[in-house]
């Protein structure tokens, strides 16, 4: 029987915040699971965590903003470290241009990344491997596969279906080839069944055994 786990999104930025910085001067978070299972939800309230616990609401950078649209589901790594990540690391402030999924194009206002004690990364595939090692906290966000479908049919119209299916497939192979839940920090249920206090609270899924995967919780 799998025991819920609740911790507090206080204690977590707490844990943040006691954790070495590896990008630069920053602490740099990785919020990573499939469309639908309740990422941005985590963040926020991550975000708002470490707003009253650490210096003021960390920056927190959407993958979704990065994206060329449908066709650049993992392609789009390359823009998030040159424009954010490269410019972080040597302690200077990055900057990119949010994707108008709308116009179907950049738009033209850059939107600054300053350099802060903590950056948030949200968005599928940003705790890949390639990071990982940057990244003080790397978090997966899981639900079922039917309710993340219905949330984002729900959220975006059932015009996004085909669409939607072919981007799940992707996420599938890239979690798959990542070996990204085995990898992580902390896994988190983004479909909890019991009753709590989802504000302050979140619910921890059990670590898979990693014996022999080289990995380890830091």
């Given at each position: 029987?799998t025991?819920?786990?609740?911790?507090?999104?206080?204690?977590?930025?707490r844990?943040?915040?006691?954790?070495?910085?590896r990008?630069?001067?920053?602490r740099?978070?990785?919020?990573?699971?499939?469309?639908g299972?309740?990422?941005?939800?985590?963040?926020?309230r991550?975000?708002?965590?470490l707003a009253?616990?650490?210096?003021?609401?960390?920056?927190?950078?959407?993958?979704?903003?990065?994206?060329?649209?449908w066709?650049?589901q993992?392609t789009?790594?390359?823009?998030?470290?040159?424009?954010?990540?490269?410019?972080?690391?040597?302690g200077?402030?990055?900057?990119?241009?949010?994707?108008?999924?709308?116009?179907?194009?950049?738009?033209?206002?850059?939107?600054?990344?300053?350099?802060a004690p903590?950056?948030?990364?949200?968005?599928?595939?940003?705790a890949?491997?390639?990071?990982?090692?940057?990244a003080?906290?790397?978090?997966?966000v899981?639900?079922p596969?039917a309710?993340?479908?219905?949330?984002?049919?729900?959220r975006?119209g059932?015009?996004i279906?085909?669409?939607?299916?072919?981007?799940?497939?992707?996420?599938?192979?890239?979690?798959?080839?990542?070996?990204?839940?085995?990898a992580?920090?902390?896994?988190?249920?983004?479909a909890?069944?019991?009753?709590?206090?989802?504000?302050?609270?979140f619910?921890?899924?059990?670590?898979p055994?990693?014996?022999?995967?080289?990995?380890?919780?830091?």
């Amino acid at each position: 029987m799998t025991v819920a786990v609740f911790e507090a999104y206080a204690r977590l930025a707490r844990r943040v915040l006691a954790r070495p910085a590896r990008l630069g001067r920053t602490r740099l978070v990785v919020v990573d699971g499939p469309s639908g299972a309740g990422k941005s939800v985590f963040t926020t309230r991550l975000a708002d965590a470490l707003a009253v616990t650490g210096d003021g609401r960390p920056p927190v950078v959407h993958t979704d903003d990065l994206l060329d649209g449908w066709d650049d589901q993992l392609t789009f790594w390359s823009r998030l470290e040159e424009r954010v990540l490269a410019p972080l690391r040597a302690g200077r402030p990055g900057t990119y241009q949010r994707y108008s999924w709308v116009r179907r194009r950049f738009l033209d206002r850059p939107v600054p990344v300053p350099v802060a004690p903590v950056l948030v990364v949200e968005g599928v595939s940003s705790a890949r491997a390639v990071i990982r090692p940057e990244a003080t906290l790397s978090v997966l966000v899981t639900a079922p596969a039917a309710l993340r479908r219905d949330r984002a049919v729900a959220r975006d119209g059932p015009a996004i279906l085909p669409e939607l299916l072919r981007w799940h497939a992707g996420e599938r192979a890239h979690f798959a080839a990542d070996g990204t839940e085995a990898a992580v920090d902390l896994l988190v249920d983004g479909a909890p069944r019991l009753p709590h206090d989802a504000r302050h609270y979140f619910v921890r899924r059990p670590q898979p055994d990693r014996t022999g995967s080289g990995g380890g919780a830091r």
